[in-house]
């Protein structure tokens, strides 16, 4: 089955630096690869997805590259902002709708 | 629009005890809808996958006489955990797909319910 690895685990940057998060997947019948964020004993909050069918994908300060040679993506976010503390999580999915999260990265913004 | 949202969002009971949440889809239909289970500072889980009309596809290694789902109409899955134990205290939450908005694969996600089993 798909297995979806996340790093890194930790990220701390300061405020207006660039932070950046990568997910490895194994299953290449994966199409869809959405990023959520999620704060504290909250639900998590779609920020930005991509299909297979591209490479990729800006959203204002969010963006997200999908290499699928090498089954990565990765996503960006410019000027980080205290308020984009929290923990992101990638996720793979196939035609079946299913998700497999990745093991999550808790991003610090330091002002 | 594609509002989720779950009751109780906490419930603390004994162990031996039965919990069921209650997953809604508040301004559409979803005919699926995905149940997970996170521990603490942990991913997401995805325990099963609930069908409209028709059985749950449970996860490998998820007990599906324990975790009981039921799905009878298109905006509400239940997920019942029976006889709880205190190794089930865990984050429940669920999603939907709002298949006539958006991206076909977009889940939407309920808030959360925290269990604990005394």
């Known amino acids: 089955g798909e297995n979806v690895e996340q790093h890194p685990s930790t990220l701390s940057v300061q405020e207006g630096d660039s932070a950046v998060i990568k997910c490895t997947y194994s299953d290449s019948a994966s199409n869809y690869f959405p990023w959520y964020k999620q704060e504290l004993g909250k639900r998590p909050q779609l920020i930005i997805d991509?299909?297979?069918?591209?490479g990729e994908k800006k959203d204002q300060r969010i963006a997200v590259t999908l290499n699928k040679t090498a089954k990565h993506f990765s996503l960006h976010i410019t000027e980080t902002q205290p308020e984009d503390s929290a923990v992101y999580f990638c996720?793979?999915?196939?035609?079946?709708?299913?998700?497999?999260f990745g093991t999550g990265t808790r991003l610090k913004v330091l002002a | 629009g594609a509002v989720v949202s779950q009751h109780p969002s906490r419930v603390i009971c004994k162990s031996g005890t039965s919990v069921k949440i209650e997953c809604r889809s508040l301004d559409f239909q979803a005919t699926t809808m995905f149940w997970y289970r996170q521990f603490p500072k942990q991913s997401l889980m995805l325990m099963a996958t609930?069908?409209?009309?028709?059985?749950?596809?449970?996860e490998q290694g998820v007990e599906k006489d324990k975790f009981l789902i039921n799905h009878a109409s298109l905006t509400l899955s239940t997920l019942t955990v029976t006889s709880a134990h205190p190794e089930d205290s865990s984050f429940y939450i669920c999603?939907?797909?709002?298949?006539?908005?958006?991206?076909?694969?977009?889940?939407?996600f309920g808030p959360g319910t925290r269990l604990l089993v005394l």
């Open positions: 991509i299909r297979s069918n591209v």
């Open positions: 996720a793979a999915s196939t035609g079946t709708y299913k998700y497999i």
């Open positions: 609930s069908n409209e009309g028709s059985k749950a596809t449970y």
């Open positions: 999603s939907a797909r709002d298949p006539l908005a958006g991206p076909q694969e977009t889940q939407y």
